[in-house]
């Protein structure tokens, strides 16, 4: 088994005095889901979905796709912080207003 990377913001004396022994193959083998070892008011608690949170879609409401933007333009929208996909979709959505208005 692979032995874990200390993680750069660890400090070594810190990473040093963690006793964490890795697990054998006979412990992998005797695992078992936590849906089977859990009380079932735990397990439910633990998966269900929380206020706000998004379950999956019924169908894609997006398409994924691939643009070429200049970096500067996507720079520009990510330093606006989270949601900046959402507002070039916007922009986007806008100029195809005004492109139409002008057919």
């Known amino acids: 088994m692979k032995t874990a990377k ?3 913001n660890i400090p070594q004396k810190d990473w040093d005095t963690v006793d ?5 193959d006979d412990e992998f083998k005797g695992a078992r889901p936590a849906k089977e070892v859990l009380p079932e008011g735990l397990y439910n608690a633990l998966v ?3 206020r706000g949170q998004r379950g999956p879609q019924k169908a ?7 643009l070429r933007v200049d970096p500067d333009v996507v720079e520009a929208y990510k330093a606006s912080g989270p949601g900046w996909q959402s507002r ?3 922009v ?3 100029g195809m ?3 139409a208005r002008k057919a």
Do not use: C, F, G, I
């Open 20 to 24: 964490s022994p890795e697990l054998t």
């Open 60 to 66: 894609p409401v997006k398409v994924a796709l691939k």
């Open 88 to 90: 070039m979709n916007d």
């Open 6 to 8: 200390k993680p750069a």
């Open 48 to 50: 269900a979905r929380r």
């Open 97 to 99: 207003k005004r492109q």
């Open 92 to 94: 986007l959505r806008h």
